[in-house]
C-alpha cells in the first residue's frame, strides 16, 4: 500500500505561537489530501480538503484563518495552526488520496499537537 | 450530532468471546468503511463494502452492509488480545473534489488475556 507520513510526530508549543505540520505521500502522487482532528477518545472529525494548486475546503465550524493548509505540490500538504491556543491542543492526521488508488485514503501516523 | 452512530462505545471482553459492533445512519452511503486504530497512530483500513447486502470475511472478522446501504456490522469471532483498539465506520460521500469520508463515534474494544 502507499505511505503517507507527517512531522513532526508530536510538538509543544507556548500559547500564541504557531506551528506548522508536514504532510508527505512518500510513494504516489496525492491529488486530494484531507486533514483530521481527534480529541482523546473521540472520533475522526474532518477539518479540510485540499486539492493540489486550489485552494482547501473548509467543513463547517473550522476556522481558515486559524488553519492554514497549503498544497503545493502533488506530495505535500501542510496545516498551520496560527496563535494556537490550549483549545487547540488535539491529535491531527491527515490522509491522502491518488488517481492511482481510486477513493481509497491512506492515513499518516498522525500529529500530537500540545498547546501550554 | 453524529451522522454515524456506533454502539457499543466501550466494550471490554475476556479472550475468545465473539463480539458485534453496529455502525447505523439515517443517511444512505455509496460505501462504507471499516477502519481500526490504534493509539497514537493513525487509522488503518480493513474493509469496504459496496453493495447492499454484501458480507466480507477477513480472517475472524466479518462485516456486513445492510441493504438499504446505511447501516453496518462487524463481527469478531474468537477474540484476541491483538484486536484491542478503536474501531471506526466511515461513510463515503460525493465524488471527485466533494469526495469525503465521514467517520462513525467509534468502538473502543478491550480484548482482556
Known amino acids: 500500500g502507499a505511505v503517507v507520513s507527517q512531522h513532526p510526530s508530536r510538538v509543544i508549543c507556548k500559547s500564541g505561537t504557531s506551528v506548522k505540520i508536514e504532510c508527505r505521500s512518500l510513494?504516489?502522487?496525492?491529488?486530494?489530501m484531507f486533514w483530521y482532528r481527534q480529541f482523546p477518545k473521540q472520533s475522526l472529525m474532518l477539518m479540510a480538503t485540499?486539492?493540489?494548486?486550489?485552494?482547501?475546503?473548509?467543513e463547517q465550524g473550522v476556522e481558515k484563518d486559524k488553519f492554514l493548509i497549503n498544497h503545493a505540490s502533488l506530495t505535500l500538504s501542510t496545516l498551520t495552526v496560527t496563535s494556537a491556543h490550549p483549545e487547540d491542543s488535539s491529535f491531527y492526521i491527515c490522509?491522502?488520496?491518488?488517481?492511482?488508488?481510486?477513493?481509497?485514503?491512506?492515513f499518516g501516523p498522525g500529529t500530537r499537537l500540545t498547546v501550554l | 450530532t453524529q451522522l454515524l452512530e456506533q454502539s457499543p462505545q466501550f466494550l471490554s471482553i475476556q479472550e475468545g468471546e465473539n463480539l458485534t459492533v453496529y455502525c447505523n445512519s439515517s443517511s444512505v452511503f455509496s460505501s462504507l468503511q471499516w477502519y481500526r486504530q490504534e493509539p497514537g497512530e493513525g487509522p488503518v483500513l480493513l474493509v469496504t463494502?459496496?453493495?447492499?447486502?454484501e458480507v466480507k470475511k477477513l480472517k475472524r472478522l466479518t462485516f456486513q452492509f445492510g441493504d438499504a446501504r446505511k447501516d453496518s456490522s462487524l463481527h469478531i469471532t474468537a477474540a484476541q488480545p491483538g484486536d484491542t483498539g478503536l474501531y471506526l465506520c466511515a461513510g463515503e460521500r460525493g465524488k471527485d473534489s466533494s469526495y469525503k469520508l465521514i467517520f462513525g463515534s467509534g468502538t473502543r474494544l478491550l480484548v482482556r488475556p
Open positions: 463494502v459496496v453493495t447492499g447486502g
Open positions: 510513494d504516489f502522487q496525492a491529488t486530494t
Open positions: 490522509s491522502a488520496m491518488g488517481e492511482a488508488f481510486y477513493n481509497e485514503q491512506f
Open positions: 485540499s486539492n493540489e494548486g486550489s485552494k482547501a475546503t473548509y
